[in-house]
C-alpha cells in the first residue's frame, strides 16, 4: 500500500511571501487532515476534511491559511503572507473514517518549511 | 478543550533497561488513546492504540501501554529497551466527537 505522498519536502521562503504544500492521502481514506508541528512540540491540527468538506478548522489561522480538497482526494494547504512564526513541519494524515472506531492516522513525511 | 500531557520531555537509558513514558490527558467523555513514534528521518508511525476491552494494549515491537482510566493516564512501557528504540514518541488522544490532540512528545535516546 502506497503510504500518504507530500510536496516538497522542504522548501525556505521570505516573509510576506506565500507557499503552497500538496498531499496525496491513501487511496480510499475518507479522511485528511494537515498538522503544524513546530519545532519541539507535537503536531496541532489545522484543518480536518471528510471526503472534500471540512469538518474541523477552527485552529487554522484563516487570515492567512487556506486549504481545499478537491474531489475528495489530493489537497493544497497555502500560506499567503508568511511569516517568521509560520517555520514548521507541517504534515498531512489521512484515516479510513473520522467515527470513533478509527485505525490511527497515516503520516506523510512532511514539508519542512523555514520562513527567513 | 482536551489536552495530553507528557512528563518527560527528554528520556536517556541504556539497552536493556525498562522504559515507561507518561502519558495524561484531560476529557471527561469516552477516548481513544494511541502512541506514535518517529524515528530519527522517519515520518510518524503507529505504536499501538486502545479503543475499548482489555485496558493492556500490545503494540509492535514489544511496546504495551495500559490505560488507567480512574487517572486518566495511557502510559507507554517496554521491559527492556534497544539502541534501535531511539526516536520519539508521541501520545495522542481522541474523542468521540473525532478531535485528536497530540502531546508534545518524549525524546528517547538508548545508549548502547
Known amino acids: 500500500e502506497a503510504g500518504v505522498a507530500q510536496s516538497p519536502r522542504y522548501k525556505i521562503i521570505e516573509k510576506r511571501q506565500s507557499v503552497a504544500f500538496w498531499c496525496n492521502p491513501i487511496?480510499?481514506?475518507?479522511?485528511l487532515y494537515w498538522y503544524q508541528q513546530i519545532l519541539g512540540q507535537g503536531p496541532k491540527l489545522l484543518i480536518q476534511?471528510?471526503?472534500?468538506?471540512?469538518?474541523?478548522d477552527s485552529q487554522l489561522p484563516k487570515d492567512r491559511f487556506s486549504a481545499e480538497r478537491l474531489k475528495g482526494v489530493d489537497s493544497t494547504l497555502k500560506i499567503q503572507p508568511a511569516k517568521l512564526e509560520d517555520s514548521a513541519v507541517y504534515l498531512c494524515?489521512?484515516?479510513?473514517?473520522?467515527?470513533?472506531?478509527?485505525?490511527?492516522?497515516?503520516f506523510g513525511s512532511g514539508t519542512r518549511l523555514t520562513v527567513v | 478543550a482536551q489536552s495530553v500531557s507528557q512528563h518527560n520531555h527528554h528520556v536517556i537509558l541504556s539497552e536493556a533497561a525498562s522504559l515507561e513514558l507518561g502519558c495524561n490527558y484531560s476529557?471527561?467523555?469516552?477516548?481513544?488513546l494511541f502512541w506514535y513514534v518517529q524515528y530519527p528521518g522517519q515520518h510518524l508511525q503507529l505504536l499501538l492504540k486502545?479503543?475499548?476491552?482489555?485496558?493492556l494494549v500490545k503494540g509492535i515491537k514489544g511496546f504495551e501501554a495500559e490505560f488507567i482510566k480512574s487517572k486518566f493516564s495511557f502510559n507507554l512501557r517496554k521491559p527492556s529497551v534497544q539502541w534501535s528504540d531511539t526516536a520519539e514518541y508521541f501520545c495522542?488522544?481522541?474523542?468521540?466527537?473525532?478531535?485528536?490532540?497530540f502531546g508534545d512528545g518524549t525524546t528517547l535516546t538508548v545508549k548502547p
Open positions: 487511496s480510499g481514506h475518507a479522511t
Open positions: 494524515a489521512s484515516s479510513l473514517g473520522a467515527g470513533q472506531i478509527d485505525y490511527g492516522y497515516t
Open positions: 476534511f471528510q471526503n472534500n468538506g471540512v469538518v474541523d
Open positions: 495522542a488522544v481522541k474523542t468521540n466527537a473525532g478531535k485528536s490532540t
Open positions: 486502545y479503543f475499548s476491552g482489555d485496558p
Open positions: 476529557y471527561g467523555g469516552t477516548v481513544n
